[in-house]
Nanobody
Framework: QVQLVESGGGLVQAGESLRLSCVAS????????MGWYRQVPGKQRELVAS???????TYADSLKGRFTISRDNAKNTVFLQMNSLKPEDTAVYYC??????????WGQGTQVTVSS
């Protein structure tokens, strides 16, 4: 059973930074891709960033330049560095792991709140 545990969320002021971590229960080489999504009440969950097993990254267009996804294979961990945070970045952030062709796993989520 795959387990993903997120941490690093919290309350910050606009312009500050946070780094989220997602630790997988096994080797992250198991997964074809890992990513971060976010969701606010009443809206669909949306992709923030993802990284493939080969290291290719994808970002939501609106977040390019502020958010960076990275991985530490030795620690089975994926990070999301979030800089210059804005109030509209407030959401629950979820870690996702994907195994081709259709197995998708989610963490429990971590709340990020950005005050103006």
């Amino acid at each position: 059973q795959v387990q993903l545990v997120e941490s690093g969320g919290g309350l910050v002021q606009a312009g500050e930074s946070l780094r989220l971590s997602c630790v997988a229960s096994g080797s992250i080489f198991t997964f074809n891709a890992m990513g971060w999504y976010r969701q606010v009440p009443g809206k669909q969950r949306e992709l923030v960033a993802s990284v493939t097993i080969g290291g290719s990254t994808t970002y939501a267009d609106s977040l390019k330049g502020r958010f960076t996804i990275s991985r530490d294979n030795a620690k089975n961990t994926v990070f999301l560095q979030m800089n210059s945070l804005k109030p509209e970045d407030t959401a629950v952030y979820y870690c996702n792991a994907f195994i081709y062709p259709r197995n998708s796993y989610w963490g429990q989520g971590t709340q990020v709140t950005v005050s103006s």
